[in-house]
T-cell receptor, first 115, second 114 residues
Framework: DAGVIQSPRHEVTEMGQEVTLRCKPI?????LFWYRQTMMRGLELLIY????????DSGMPEDRFSAKMPNASFSTLKIQPSEPRDSAVYFC?????????????FGPGTRLTVT | AQSVTQPDIHITVSEGASLELRCNYS??????LFWYVQSPGQGLQLLLK??????LVQGIKGFEAEFKRSQSSFNLRKPSVHWSDAAEYFC????????????FGQGTELSVKP
């Protein structure tokens, strides 16, 4: 298996622009997670899905952030409009769920820079 | 609520020395326990995990961890550190009632002196 795939790996955009991050989970995994990592706040869970349904979005910072999972093999995290404080590394992770005791597999991340 | 504490933000050890990274968790029952490693510019990679049974678990890259229920700890150890072990290490806790989530500690950054 190719593992969790994220694109793009790097994104540089100007404040106010829309940003879309993409994730392809490992085939057969029922859970998908979006995290954000910064020096100041560490690793934060933004939202997660089970069987394509959002379960907990309490970590989404504000309405500018939205996430979708239209099918089992694809998810997006969108920021509109983007702000400099959104600069961070965004990770996607997938998991088979409780059958694997919640073990998660992480993608390589997308480094977002908003100028 | 479940929580994970990694008391050491940054540790420096000499190459060849032994290593112990601390992790304490708060949970009412036996949780699922994990250690992940993040090398610079990379995603998190699973080092090892504990679900049940033998409280000493072996992982990749020569790491091991010991679950101590009485101390609510799951400390990571390595007998001899290599320069390539310099990275950030995360302890994480999962549980049946967490709906698939893991709770991560804040991480410990390991530096290795030559």
């Amino acid at each position: 298996d190719a593992g969790v795939i994220q694109s793009p790996r790097h994104e540089v955009t100007e404040m106010g622009q829309e940003v879309t991050l993409r994730c392809k989970p490992i085939s057969g995994h029922d859970y998908l997670f979006w995290y954000r990592q910064t020096m100041m706040r560490g690793l934060e869970l933004l939202i997660y899905f089970n069987n394509n349904v959002p379960i907990d979005d309490s970590g989404m910072p504000e309405d500018r952030f939205s996430a979708k999972m239209p099918n089992a093999s694809f998810s997006t995290l969108k920021i509109q409009p983007s702000e400099p404080r959104d600069s961070a590394v965004y990770f996607c992770a997938s998991s088979p769920g409780t059958v694997s005791r919640n073990e998660q597999y992480f993608g390589p991340g997308t480094r977002l820079t908003v100028t | 609520a479940q929580s994970v504490t990694q008391p050491d933000i940054h540790i420096t050890v000499s190459e060849g020395a032994s290593l112990e990274l601390r992790c304490n968790y708060s949970y009412g029952a036996t949780p699922y326990l994990f250690w992940y490693v993040q090398s610079p510019g990379q995603g998190l990679q699973l080092l090892l995990k504990y679900f049940s049974g033998d409280t000493l678990v072996q992982g990749i890259k020569g790491f091991e961890a010991e679950f101590k229920r009485s101390q609510s700890s799951f400390n990571l150890r390595k007998p001899s550190v290599h320069w390539s072990d310099a990275a950030e290490y995360f302890c994480a806790v999962g549980a049946v009632n967490q709906g698939g989530k893991l709770i991560f500690g804040q991480g410990t950054e390991l530096s290795v002196k030559p």
